[in-house]
Each structure stands twice: as structure tokens, then as C-alpha cells.
């Protein structure tokens, strides 16, 4: 049981680091332009983005998939910015998407490249055990409940700004994003310098 927690705290610690804040930048870009009356779009977004994540770790924790870490630490703030600028453009559309699939498509992608970039300091940490799905099945609970706690913090944010504030729904999507954006370029200059 100790095994449990420790994996579901790291979990929970990948994605509420202050000091690795792209899986919140990305969260905050994801679901910015929502509200709780989107809850169940939410959830699998959220959701979705946490099964790329996993699906990533596996894969790279078995070795099924090598990758150059300097690129995915590269394309971690280009997803972020991406999804950012899509809010932009799509602020004042009522409906998000008239093609849910290719956002869940998109998201699960931007998961798996998200956790391709923990996949090195997760192989370290599961390397003592013979069999790697328990810890990442624990784990991959630590993201999702880490998850659940920013993105009701944005809704709640969210809702307290457009109702009683009186902003619009599409100002807070226009200011959060360009926040986001603001954040993430530096680290993107960076990531971009270190290729």
C-alpha cells in the first residue's frame, strides 16, 4: 500500500510542481474556454489528455519508443502554445468545436508528447520493479486527481470572473491565453536554442 501512495504522490506532484508548470500552463490552455456546464467535455478532455500521457510513459518505459528528449522538451511548449492560440481564434465561437474528434485527437497527441518528456525521470524511478503497469497505473491516478484539482480551480476562476465580475466569456478566454502565451514563449525560446 505504501507503493501505492508513493507513485499516486508522485503523480500528483508531476502535475502541481511550481517549478514544472507546463502540465498547468497546458491544462489552464485546455479547458480556458469552458464553464461547468461543459463538465462532461471537460472531463474527457482531461481525461484523454491523462491516457496519451500513460500511453506515452509505457511505451517508453518498455522501451518500445526512443526518443531525442531535447525535441519533446521542445514540443512541450509548442503544444501549449498551440492550444493557447486556438482559444485565441475561436474565443467567440459558442460552440468550441463542431468536430469533437479531431480535439480529442489532438489532445490525446499533446498527452503523449507531455509524457514522453516524464518518461525518463519515470524509468529511473520504476526501475527496481520487475513489472512497470502497477506503478504507472498509480501514478497515471496521481495525474488525473492532480488534474481534477487545477481544472476546477480554472472553472471556479472562471466562473467568479464571468458572473460576478461581469466579464465576458470571451475576454476570459482572450486574457487567460495570452497569459498562457505570454508564460510559455521564453521556454520556447529556450527549448528552441537548446535543439
Known sequence: MSQFWLYLKLGLEHVLDWNAYDHILFLIALVASYTFTSWKRVLWLVT????????????????????????????????IMITAIYNIFTASNKEK?????????????????????????????SSGFSSKILPLIEFALGIECAQAIVVLSVLILALIVQNFFQTSKRDW???????????????????????
Do not use: Q
Request: charged share 5%; hydrophobic share 55%; proline share 4%.
Open 97 to 125: 468545436t463542431s468536430n469533437p474528434g479531431l480535439l480529442y485527437f489532438t489532445t490525446a497527441f499533446f498527452g503523449i508528447i507531455h509524457g514522453l518528456g516524464f518518461s525518463t525521470y519515470f524509468k529511473m524511478l
Open 173 to 195: 478566454i482572450l486574457v487567460v491565453s495570452a497569459i498562457v502565451i505570454g508564460i510559455i514563449l521564453p521556454i520556447l525560446r529556450d527549448n528552441f536554442n537548446a535543439i
Open 48 to 79: 484523454i489528455f491523462t491516457l496519451g500521457h500513460t500511453l506515452a510513459l509505457f511505451l517508453s518505459t518498455y522501451e518500445i519508443v526512443i526518443v531525442d528528449t531535447t525535441w519533446v522538451e521542445f514540443l512541450i511548449p509548442v503544444s
